[in-house]
């Protein structure tokens, strides 16, 4: 009789035991769903951050499936809290991966500052409906200039008058071909119509082309080609993605090799912005300590080209010049109206390297060399630095820089970028 009680028991606790472990997996379960439904939250947070909810004004949205997937990470984004960084930067420092494990350092930017779309939203609304709030892409696409953007074939010249970014300032048929033939938004580019893009299409791209044309130039001014500008990896919202780079006046250059191999770079890009296969001239209107920046492996980069225009050597800068421009709301978005800028005839192959010379190569290169050295270096950069200077002497002043600096570059691992080919060339 006592082993049949003993053996009631035994089930009994055994039925509790069972039950126990059915209503702690129902309990983890409503924890799960629960964790669940924070990050929906949090991903709906994202989108109001990334500016996913006024697409189709916007960039696109090539790279929404990576940052919802968490392939591209802000660094200071810390799953499964996903504790987004402040939204008042313009720029933030982020990680990008293919399969997951592999990550490499990118840049997150934005076209404009957050207050600077927040504003320039508000300027929409007022502008049309006098009210605070409106739908913005509604207004813009009752616009004139859209409609004619929507009925157009192919991308001219007086679609993109009078928009405010300096690189269409000189548009040519040739570079606004280039626009349309390359623009990565897309899937079915390659045409120099615009037939295969949608309305949408056209929206993001005059938006972007309206507040700023850096992931423009990214797109269709890629490395590969030898242009010296960071890789596009796409956007997402108001929100793009490109290689990571440091600035240029972030870097450690007390040493005399790293100057000189910096500087030489830099002398490198001037020349080259004029005098390419393409035919391409590219010029600043302003230069300063983030302009240019460095990849990991020491390579200099231009990283801002807001300041950037772009003459097509092939049609001539004459024939560039416009005067009465049409202005409309896509001219003053984000800057005065009407955009002032200087005629395209005035603009001339020594700027570039006069404006480097006053504000970045002293920064660079000053005090870093022996005596004999450094005397030389002063002297080309008080002749550098003056606007009198004639293109025929910049690009002298150029050569003779380089011929100076050359001799003080390293053939060293630190310098990626060139090693070990530099082990094999009989300069070093």
Not at 69 to 85: D, G, M, Y
Not at 131 to 140: A, D, F, P, Y
Request: hydrophobic share 35%; charged share 20%.
């Amino acid at each position: 009789m006592g082993s049949w009680i003993c053996l009631i028991i035994s089930n009994i606790c055994l039925f509790c035991t069972i039950l126990l472990i059915i209503v702690m997996k129902k309990e983890n379960v409503g924890a799960t769903n629960s964790s669940d439904s924070k990050l929906k939250s949090s991903y709906n947070f994202g989108k109001s951050f990334l500016g996913l909810d006024k697409c189709n004004v916007c960039i696109g949205t090539s790279a929404c499936k990576k940052f919802l997937k968490e392939e591209i990470r802000f660094q200071n984004w810390l799953a499964p809290h996903l504790q987004l960084p402040s939204d008042d930067l313009q720029n933030y420092s982020g990680n990008y991966s293919d399969d997951g494990e592999n990550w490499r350092p990118v840049e997150i930017s934005r076209l404009s500052s957050k207050s600077q779309h927040d504003l320039a939203d508000r300027r929409i609304c007022s502008f049309f409906s006098k009210r605070k709030s409106c739908s913005i892409e509604g207004i813009l696409r009752r616009t004139e200039r859209f409609q004619k953007w929507v009925t157009a074939k192919r991308l001219t010249p007086d679609l993109v008058q009078g928009l405010p970014v300096q690189f269409l300032r000189c548009p040519s048929q040739r570079l606004l071909d280039r626009i349309i033939r390359r623009y990565a938004e897309v899937f079915d580019a390659g045409s120099v119509y615009m037939t295969h893009l949608s309305d949408r299409d056209k929206l993001r791209l005059l938006y972007t082309l309206s507040v700023n044309a850096y992931p423009i130039v990214l797109q269709i001014f890629p490395g590969a080609e030898g242009w010296p500008f960071p890789k596009y990896l796409g956007s997402c919202g108001r929100l793009f993605v490109s290689t990571s780079t440091q600035p240029l006046t972030s870097v450690n250059i007390s040493a005399p090799d790293v100057a000189a191999d910096l500087a030489y770079q830099l002398l490198q890009i001037i020349h080259y912005l004029s005098n390419n296969d393409f035919n391409y001239f590219f010029y600043f209107t302003h230069i300063d300590g983030g302009t240019f920046g460095t990849l990991s492996d020491g390579r200099v980069f231009i990283r801002d080209t807001s300041r950037l225009g772009i003459i097509d050597m092939l049609q001539g800068k004459s024939s560039n010049d416009r005067t009465n421009e049409h202005i409309d709301i896509f001219s003053c978005l984000y800057s005065e109206c009407p955009p002032l800028f200087s005629s395209c005839t005035n603009i001339t192959e020594k700027q570039n390297l006069v404006l480097v010379c006053k504000d970045l190569l002293p920064h660079l290169i000053s005090g870093k060399f022996p005596n004999s050295t450094q005397r030389k270096i002063d002297h080309c950069l008080s002749v550098c630095s003056d606007n009198l200077l004639s293109d025929r002497e910049a690009r002298k002043i150029i050569n003779e820089l380089l011929q100076i600096l050359s001799r003080w570059r390293t053939c060293d691992a630190h310098y990626a970028y060139r090693y070990p080919d530099c082990k094999y060339n009989n300069r070093h």
